[in-house]
């Protein structure tokens, strides 16, 4: 019984850590034996002029239907003309044929498909909305007129054919192209600086051949059934000389006096066909074994240990699902809906401040910053009015609940919003360099040289489909040009620098057979090939136990004072943003809301919802008490911002001028120590040691 299969089943099943693809079908005896009869058959029909026993136009009147014997393999035709080297010379124009068919369809499927699937969008409805017209095409009428036009031009009639069938496999291919396109290990490879190209030659076309190769044997198959049948309807080749289909139409003249003959013609096609399809079958189980659990990876992956003295404490392997924060942005300039972006000098109660310029001290500024997203075809704010700036050298934490905004935050500043997502408004400046203004190839550039990124599941960020030192070397190649031993080189520098022993065994490693802790490592080795002078870590401790948390934040600690680089932590935790960063921003629906030294917040926060935020630590229980308390309600939806205050629903303190108009950011007591707060109660509140949350 065949077993059920999907491309995003096969897609997901090209894992490394296990043999090859050709050595997983060459251990299978159905592909072995498919591929050697398919084999033998295509070696005779190409050697016919020097297997033949006869010419395939050699008559013999006086043996008309001969049956099988010794000096005829497969007895004679009507004329008497020996049906094995027919068979032998008719097989020649009836696989170039199909093969003609079968090369167009893949020349055209395989491209459109990749570029629909991984470039999305505009691209993709159009390219798919043709897909679908020619999906309704009839195949069989679209080919018959072309013979009758243009006078039984067979070559014509299989490119045709090949365009015509070709549309099944751009859908195919596209929708294994978008399940590889969502990987993480996708962004990490953008942020690495490799080109659209360079991503899909080495992340894309490797991770989706299984479904690929399927799909091409049953083309082939369906390419040699129709070639065949238009011999059959007197297309293509003509007497005296021999097609398969051409002899298939002989045969069923004679067939009440030579049942035979229609065995003999008819039974290669279908032993080719029947072969071609259980070859697939053979590839497809090839391609899922390692996802089902039949394959050969996981004994491979026993046999395999991790380096004496690496932590292997903690998850080797986090689920899916970690997605950013929000909804993706938009280009500048777009109309959004939802919470309308109020531009700065709107009026407010309190003291306040005006737009900052860009600092030309800091390494990042981001100066009145909005992203939207696209929604049920309109485009929504998820964050707005984001001020920010990291000096050379400093660690800045930013802290909210999952929904405020905080990752789209991070993921702008490289461009890498996802779904659709944009910078709609204000600026991101990079050490004086305009980032919303960069080209593509300049983009190319700044993502990991300039900025480096590292994601909260490091499992999904690595391609399974390469080893470690791999992955690491195609960064290197890219920002620094190395090559060759410097390039090796360079890779056990890394994998040392981020405390990994023995590096060489560890580059041998593919990613599955790494623990979190070293996958999480490796990952910040990658984000280091080309020195950047900011690092993103965004959750880069979440999938991890305590006791490794506790290492790679002492790790990013150590390497932020080895190299100088600057750092931006994303996370939810306050003690690893205590632990590692010098200020830190809460961010609550889409908006900062407060900004200070660590101390300042730890010690005396100045707004409702960061104080609400310190009072859930479990550290912040009085003793004997056993209720974690959590602030009431939830983060508002994008499109159900209030005008007023965000926080105000939430809040114990609110008040009617609250929701009145937009909260600009105010200093507490008029100091002038760069510590803002986004509540009109800024003072009465820092006073405060009470959580103000309800």
Same mark, same amino acid.
Request: charge should be positive; glycine fraction near 10%; aromatic fraction near 6%.
């Given at each position: 019984m065949r077993r059920p299969w999907s491309v995003s089943a096969l897609t997901a099943a090209t894992v490394s850590g296990s043999p090859g693809l050709a050595r997983r079908l060459l251990r299978k005896p159905s592909a072995v034996v498919t591929m050697i009869v398919l084999g033998v058959i295509v070696a005779a029909v190409a050697a016919a002029p020097l297997i033949a026993p006869y010419g395939p136009d050699q008559a013999n009147l006086l043996n008309p239907l001969a049956a099988p014997s010794w000096s005829h393999l497969l007895g004679?035709?009507?004329?008497?003309?020996?049906?094995?080297?027919?068979?032998?010379?008719?097989?020649?124009?009836t696989l170039i044929y199909a093969l003609e068919a079968s090369v167009v369809t893949f020349v055209i499927g395989l491209p459109l498909g990749m570029l629909a699937g991984f470039k999305g969008g505009r691209t993709d409805r159009v390219l798919m909305g043709i897909n679908d017209v020619g999906m309704s095409a009839p195949v069989i009428i679209l080919v018959l007129l072309v013979l009758s036009v243009f006078e039984n031009d067979f070559w014509l009639a299989m490119?045709?054919?090949?365009?015509?069938?070709?549309?099944? $496999?751009?859908?195919?291919?596209?929708?294994?192209?978008?399940?590889?396109?969502?990987?993480?290990?996708i962004d990490a490879a953008r942020v690495s600086g490799l080109s659209n190209v360079q991503i899909i030659r080495r992340h894309v076309l490797p991770r989706i051949q299984g479904a690929v190769l399927v799909q091409l044997t049953l083309n082939c198959a369906l390419s040699v059934l129709f070639t065949v049948s238009l011999g059959f309807?007197?297309?293509?080749?003509?007497?005296?000389?021999?097609?398969?289909?051409?002899?298939?139409?002989?045969?069923?003249?004679?067939?009440?006096?030579? &049942?035979?003959?229609?065995?003999?013609?008819?039974?290669?096609?279908?032993?080719?066909?029947?072969c071609l399809g259980l070859l697939g079958d053979a590839i497809r189980d090839a391609a899922v074994e390692v996802w089902s659990g039949t394959g050969t990876a996981a004994p491979a992956a026993r046999r395999r240990r991790a380096p004496r003295g690496v932590t292997t404490t903690g998850a080797a392997h986090t689920a899916r699902g970690a997605t950013t924060t929000g909804a993706a942005h938009t280009a500048r300039g777009a109309t959004t809906t939802g919470a309308a972006h109020t531009p700065r000098g709107a009026t407010a109660a309190g003291r306040a401040q005006p737009l900052p310029s860009p600092s030309g001290d800091a390494l990042l500024s981001m100066r009145d910053v909005a992203i939207a997203f696209p929604r049920a075809g309109r485009e929504v704010l998820v964050a707005d009015g984001i001020d920010l700036d990291i000096a050379p050298g400093e660690s800045v934490g930013l802290v909210g609940e999952s929904g405020c905004g905080k990752t789209s935050?991070?993921?702008?500043?490289?461009?890498?919003?996802?779904?659709?997502?944009?910078?709609?408004?204000?600026?991101?400046?990079?050490a004086g360099q305009d980032v919303l203004a960069l080209?593509?190839?300049?983009?190319?550039?700044?993502?990991?040289?300039?900025?480096?990124?590292?994601?909260?599941?490091?499992?999904?960020?690595?391609?399974?489909?390469?080893?470690?030192?791999? $992955?690491?070397?195609?960064?290197?190649?890219?920002?620094?040009?190395?090559?060759?031993?410097?390039?090796?080189?360079?890779?056990?520098?890394?994998?040392?620098?981020?405390?990994? &022993?023995?590096?060489?065994?560890?580059?041998?490693?593919?990613?599955?057979?790494?623990?979190?802790?070293?996958?999480?490592?490796?990952?910040?080795?990658?984000?280091?090939?080309?020195?950047?002078?900011?690092?993103?870590?965004?959750?880069?401790?979440?999938?991890?136990?305590?006791?490794?948390?506790?290492?790679?934040?002492?790790? $990013?600690?150590?390497?932020?004072?080895?190299?100088?680089?600057?750092?931006?932590?994303?996370?939810?935790?306050?003690?690893?943003?205590?632990? $590692?960063?010098?200020?830190?921003?809460?961010?609550?629906?889409?908006?900062?809301v407060e900004h200070a030294s660590v101390h300042d917040l730890l010690t005396t926060a100045a707004h409702p919802y960061t104080q609400g935020l310190l009072a859930c630590r479990p550290s912040s229980l009085p003793a004997g008490s056993h209720a974690l308390p959590a602030i009431p309600g939830t983060v508002p939806d994008p499109e159900a911002w209030p005008p007023g205050c965000r926080f105000a629903d939430r809040c114990r303190y609110r008040a009617e001028a609250c929701s009145a108009a937009p909260i600009e950011l105010l200093e507490p007591g008029g100091e002038h120590t760069g510590r803002r707060a986004r509540c009109l109660r800024v003072d009465e509140i820092a006073r405060t040691e009470e959580p103000l949350h309800a």
């Open positions: 004679t035709d009507e004329l008497g003309r020996d049906t094995f080297s027919r068979l032998l010379y008719g097989g020649r124009p490119i045709t054919l090949g365009i015509a069938v070709s549309p099944p $496999l751009i859908r195919n291919v596209r929708g294994a192209t978008l399940t590889v396109r969502n990987e993480l290990f309807l007197g297309f293509g080749v003509q007497a005296p000389s021999a097609s398969w289909g051409s002899m298939t139409a002989e045969a069923g003249t004679v067939l009440a006096r030579s &049942p035979w003959l229609l065995i003999a013609s008819g039974g290669i096609t279908g032993i080719f066909v029947l935050v991070a993921r702008a500043v490289i461009r890498l919003l996802r779904g659709g997502g944009r910078v709609v408004s204000g600026s991101i400046w990079f080209s593509a190839r300049e983009l190319r550039g700044f993502r990991g040289t300039s900025v480096g990124y590292i994601s909260q599941e490091p499992m999904v960020a690595l391609d399974p489909s390469y080893r470690v030192g791999s $992955l690491l070397l195609e960064s290197i190649r890219s920002h620094t040009g190395l090559s060759g031993k410097d390039a090796t080189r360079r890779v056990h520098e890394l994998l040392e620098l981020v405390h990994l &022993p023995r590096p060489a065994e560890v580059a041998r490693m593919y990613p599955h057979e790494l623990s979190g802790g070293m996958a999480q490592r490796v990952a910040i080795a990658r984000a280091l090939a080309g020195s950047p002078r900011l690092l993103i870590a965004d959750e880069p401790t979440t999938a991890l136990d305590v006791t490794v948390q506790a290492e790679i934040l002492k790790l $990013l600690a150590e390497l932020r004072v080895e190299t100088g680089m600057a750092i931006l932590l994303v996370s939810h935790d306050w003690t690893v943003v205590g632990r $590692l960063c010098e200020r830190a921003i809460v961010m609550y629906a889409g908006q900062v």
